[in-house]
């Protein structure tokens, strides 16, 4: 399985995830198969998402595209890090 981690700022957490929330569709369309998201402790407007993907390229293809950046910029997303990662090993404790 391959992830991407993703690590932004957004000028207003509320707009934002009612963007990121009618943009399901087509994240599910592009490969993305879960996601997490996360905040960090002392600033609710840094997010984190965190998501498992069919492919690295396919993730790469959606985030790269130039449909994206500007849903990006609509929603308020400042200066987005785009980590991506392939699964070693996984476990419960």
Do not use: C
Request: hydrophobic fraction near 40%; glycine fraction near 4%; charge should be neutral.
């Amino acid at each position: 399985m391959q992830y991407v981690l993703i690590i932004h700022e957004v000028a207003d957490y509320e707009a934002w995830k009612k963007v990121f929330d009618n943009a399901a569709t087509i994240r599910k369309e592009a490969g993305e198969r879960s996601y997490q998201l996360l905040k960090f402790q002392n600033d609710p407007n840094k997010i984190v998402h965190f998501s498992a993907w069919t492919s690295i390229s396919d993730a790469k293809r959606f985030f790269e595209s130039p449909k994206l950046v500007q849903i990006r910029k609509d929603a308020g997303v400042k200066s987005p890090e785009f980590i991506y990662l392939d699964q070693l090993e996984a476990g419960s404790l």
